[in-house]
Structures are given as structure tokens and as C-alpha cells.
């Protein structure tokens, strides 16, 4: 890829694969993130928000149905685009009837989360965290 065209300076970093000789080989970070999102919702059906009493300011949430695979809730923390990953996260509790949960944010890292009693404690950021039973 040549750096110097103007194409590549204005869209070049949104690009999702590069080359790897002749071959479209190498998978970038935001590659591996829309290909997380992309697993994550498979079979999606709908999506409609989340209505979870005591969440704090700023967190959103929704659930997605996506059929037979059982249902995801996607939560994130509304935070300013630049400077919100500088912020610590914020701790959500809600309630979760089932014994487990699976949480892997946008970028594959994997939240720890304290499942028991009814609830599901975790934390939430900018980084959007898709949970699962």
C-alpha cells in the first residue's frame, strides 16, 4: 500500500484487512473487532433497548434476540469518543438468573464478572461488552 496516495491518507485506517505480498491476508485491529461484533450477532432477529433499573448515568444496554443461539445483552458506557478509554470503568450490577456469564468487549478482552444471588457485577466502559449465559 502506498502511503502517499491521498486515498490512503484520508480512508487508510479504516481499512479492515491488508496485503500480505498479492494476498488480502492480514486481518487489522478493527478487522478482528467487526469480526467479534459479527459472530456476536449472528442470527440476530431484533434488538430493542435494554430497560434495567439502576444502571448509571450514561450506560446503555440492549438486548438482542437471536434465536435458537440465546439471547445478548450489549452494554457500553457513553463516554467522550476521545478521552472516555482514559476513564476508569464504571461498575453495573442488574439482575441474571442464570449461574454463569460470558462478557468479551469490542476488542476481545474478557471482563471479569461476579455472577451469584440473582445479579451479574461487571465493569462497563466506552469499549462495548457483549454478555452472554
Do not use: N
Amino acid at each position: 500500500m502506498d502511503p502517499r496516495q491521498v486515498m490512503h491518507l484520508m480512508f487508510g485506517k479504516l481499512a479492515l484487512m491488508e496485503y500480505k505480498g498479492a494476498d488480502l491476508a492480514v486481518r487489522r485491529p478493527a478487522g478482528d473487532a467487526f469480526a467479534l461484533m459479527a459472530e456476536r450477532l449472528t442470527g440476530v432477529r431484533g434488538v430493542r433497548r435494554a430497560e434495567i433499573a439502576g444502571l448509571p448515568a450514561g450506560v446503555r444496554a440492549f438486548e438482542a434476540d437471536r434465536g435458537g443461539r440465546g439471547p445478548l445483552l450489549v452494554l457500553w458506557d457513553e463516554r467522550d469518543m476521545f478521552d472516555g478509554e482514559d476513564e476508569p470503568p464504571v461498575t453495573v450490577t442488574l439482575p441474571w438468573s442464570a449461574p454463569t456469564a460470558t462478557a468479551v468487549d469490542a476488542l476481545g478482552g474478557r471482563p471479569v464478572t461476579e455472577a451469584g444471588d440473582k445479579t451479574l457485577r461487571l465493569p462497563v466502559s466506552l469499549t462495548p461488552v457483549f454478555l452472554t449465559a
